[in-house]
């Protein structure tokens, strides 16, 4: 079931196409990555979502009913990347404030506000002033303010931007968390590292267009070159053949590619014949980030091209 659909949707912001039909569906319970270099229209996506801005063309599907962002908003949680805390304002007094703009009454908001700080241990922050905080501990606290309502859609912008590893490994559990009880989390970073950790599908969008929409899996190996890493027990004869090329590597230890018309058994084939024992064979999938820096340039190329003609 997809708890939200994005159906053609425009942005124009005078002369500029900031979002140009675009179109994705979001499961229920997924954690969904939304990625894009800077000015692809990334954030234009979100507050159009949010309901922050109204698409000129197209439309949104919420929880199976169309988007009404007077009535639907009480369902999302938004982390945006600028943060929006009132910086004199004590940590516990501005929980409750904005928990009860989200409809909690007092006592609700009050044992929520009390179990999340409990979880991410910040017990002893109550009294606290925003301006006060170090960065990570205001990222922590503006993810509290932001899942407090259990939305059944969050929006995460960078959430683990000024975190330790250990406070990044403590949200990054509690996001885990979210999706097993039903939440959707969409997330949208620049860290590809942390994308291919933790989202089961992703989009990628640049100059206001998707170009790229999957699940990490099978986007990774549409974008397989064929590499392997081979470690063998002895140094081999014969290292040269047909079936591939040799990338790198030295002694019993290399990477190959394998040639059109040949598969890895191929290679493996070469090495058994030679009586040579294999000790690991692996293929070697490209990394999100180089996917990504590979399409966000092509785009550019294209663009360039285009401007020629």
Not at 159 to 181: H, M, T, W
Not at 267 to 275: E, P, R
Request: net charge neutral.
């Amino acid at each position: 079931m997809n708890i939200i659909e994005l159906h053609h949707l425009k942005k124009y912001f005078a002369t500029q196409r900031a979002v140009d039909d675009i179109s994705f569906s979001i499961e229920q319970g997924s954690i969904f990555g939304l990625l894009g270099p800077n000015g692809a229209g990334k954030t234009t996506l979100l507050r159009m979502i949010t309901g922050i801005f109204y698409p000129d063309e197209g439309e949104i599907i919420l929880d199976g009913k169309k988007f009404d962002p007077l009535r639907d908003s009480i369902k999302i949680g938004y982390m945006p990347e600028e943060r929006g805390l009132y910086k004199k304002m004590k940590i516990g007094e501005q929980a409750l404030y904005l928990a009860q703009l989200k409809g909690m009454n007092k006592a609700e908001a009050l044992e929520k506000i009390k179990f999340w700080f409990q979880r991410l241990e910040m017990q002893s922050w109550w009294n606290k002033k925003v301006e006060d905080l170090s960065k990570g501990m205001s990222q922590k606290l503006q993810f509290v303010i932001t899942v407090l309502h259990e939305p059944k859609l969050i929006i995460l912008d960078e959430p683990f931007s000024g975190l330790d590893p250990v406070n990044a490994n403590l949200l990054k559990d509690e996001i885990y968390g979210l999706s097993q009880r039903g939440c959707t989390i969409i997330f949208s970073t620049h860290r590809m590292e942390q994308v291919e950790e933790i989202c089961d599908h992703i989009v990628l969008v640049n100059l206001g267009n998707k170009i790229l929409d999957g699940s990490v899996q099978q986007v990774k190996n549409d974008f397989k070159e064929h590499k392997f890493s081979i470690q063998l027990y002895e140094v081999p004869s014969t290292i040269s053949s047909p079936a591939f090329e040799v990338i790198n590597g030295e002694a019993n230890k290399f990477v190959v590619k394998i040639n059109d018309g040949f598969k890895s058994n191929d290679v493996l084939k070469h090495f058994i014949d030679q009586q040579v024992n294999v000790e690991s064979f692996n293929e070697i999938l490209p990394s999100l980030n180089d996917i990504f820096i590979r399409l966000v340039e092509g785009t550019k190329a294209t663009t360039r091209q285009f401007q020629k003609i």
